[in-house]
């Protein structure tokens, strides 16, 4: 199963306060709390808000009937196609994580979101990136297409590079290795999982770790794989069991005679 999050990363060129405290409380699973030191009058802050509260439904399984009223608000004060183009780019990212935790089939809503996010923003936007990738989690999770999904990381991966979004980067990383590890490459898998920790751990975004050591121990023998899973299983009881879904990964799989 894959799995992403909003973009971003607790830098930012100003060392804005704001920004700084809404990243910490949103790498440590705190997303209700980041998104109260958000005042959603304008475009730039609901969009961020519904962006936190979408995430948390993905990481938790809950609150998306918050979600939903913090992307109507964000809809509702979008002014630019830039602006309007992320707010359907979160629609279709909530669409999806229902679908894929089974809480409602949104597929074609899912689709048409993304598909109306697209005619909005140009490409070489900056939200163009986080708009490939999760058209690729549309066209790996729900379409069944690894061709398709593996076009979309990569020019994700691209535009990740090009914005300086190592976040985003980590996730482009995570499931690229996600898709060499289901065609048998080992190395490969292992690399980019590698990378996409590495990036987590440096960024102290503390809710993607654990997903990121599991991944690994996936593409890992033993006894380096139990070693990774128990780190991220800690990890994962330190959250209080977050992600959710992450429990089925982290038991490991049954021995064969």
């Known amino acids: ?12 060129a100003g060392n804005d306060p704001l920004q700084t405290a809404v990243w910490r409380l949103r790498s440590r699973a705190c997303w209700v709390d980041a998104a109260a030191l958000l005042q959603p009058g304008t475009a730039g802050p609901a969009l961020q ?13 809950q609150g998306w009937p918050e979600a939903e009223d913090a992307l109507r608000t964000a ?12 707010a359907a780019c979160e629609r279709g990212q909530l669409a999806y994580a229902a679908t894929l935790l089974g809480v409602r089939d ?13 005619a909005l923003i140009a490409p070489g936007a900056p939200g163009r990136a986080l708009l ?15 061709q398709a999904a593996r076009a979309a990381y990569r020019r994700a991966h691209a535009g990740a590079v090009a ?20 065609d048998g490459e080992l190395a490969e898998a292992r690399h980019g999982f590698g990378e996409s920790l590495r990036i987590r751990e440096e960024l102290g975004y503390l809710v993607g770790t654990a997903p990121a050591l599991a991944s690994l ?33 982290l038991t490991p799989p049954a021995a064969t005679a």
């Open 163 to 182: 914005l300086g979004d190592p976040l985003l980067l980590s996730f482009t990383w995570r499931h690229l290795a996600g898709l060499a590890l289901r």
């Open 217 to 249: 121990a996936d593409a890992e023998v033993e006894p380096e794989a139990s070693r990774l899973r128990a780190e991220a299983g800690r990890l994962f009881r330190l959250l209080g069991g977050v992600p959710t879904w992450l429990a089925r990964q």
């Open 75 to 86: 809809e509702a004060v979008a002014q630019s196609d830039d602006e309007r183009g992320a």
């Open 1 to 12: 199963m894959a799995h992403s999050a909003m973009s971003g990363s607790g830098t930012n």
């Open 49 to 61: 808000r519904a962006s936190l509260l979408v995430e948390r439904c993905l990481y938790t399984e």
């Open 132 to 146: 490939d990738f999760r058209r690729g989690l549309l066209a790996e999770n729900l379409a069944q297409s690894p």
């Open 106 to 118: 949104r597929a074609d809503e899912a689709r048409a979101a993304l598909g109306r996010a697209a």
